[in-house]
């Protein structure tokens, strides 16, 4: 069974960088499938962020790009994402995912909750 | 590139059917067999229910179905049941992005 686990810091002050990470268990990051960031603002809709291949390559929201990196590091099975300057409207339950392949994401994480706030 | 729209709630008996609209443009939803239907219960992650327009994953009741006709696709709960009660969304790939969310409806069991 596919798990992922997302982990970070809770409060980032504004300006500021949100960094997150995504544990994943049962699959391996290594193998064909894409691995993306959702967020979903408190009571709001849901938001994609970006997402990274197996081999590193990189699709970011073009709304959020110039603040967006995620990457992989392989050897720990997981991947990462940094959000840079950020402000109040970054406040978010922020989810890690798997893509089907299908344009479909069929394994979330809980979800972690990032409030900016100084 | 706006979210695609849907109705903020939608309602039914236990029983009855509820089908819920996902309207889009012919850069999203009408150029692409790629749309998707999220459940949320409150607090909870997303699950998905429906890929590709119409296929359900393993495990989703057959009472859950997709369509799409044009620029709008649907999801359509047959036999609601209690447990059905959630926000659903939609997704569509997107010229200009491969996922564009849509806007969300709370599906209430009367």
Redesign the interface.
Known sequence: QVQLQESGPGLVKPSGTLSLTCAVSGASVSNAH?W?W?RQSPGK????IG?VYHSGTT?Y???LKSRVTISLDKSKNQFSLNLSSVTAADTAVY?CGR??G?????Y????TLVTVSS | QSALTQPPSASGSPGQSVTISCTGTSSDVGAYNYVSWYQQHPGKAPKLMILEVNRRPSGVPDRFSGSKSGNTASLTISGLQAEDEADYYCTSRADSNPYVFGTGTKVTVL
């Open positions: 894409w993306c959702v809709g849901l938001e994609w997402e699709t929201n073009p709304s989810y893509s089907s299908f344009y479909a994401i069929d979330w994480g809980q979800g």
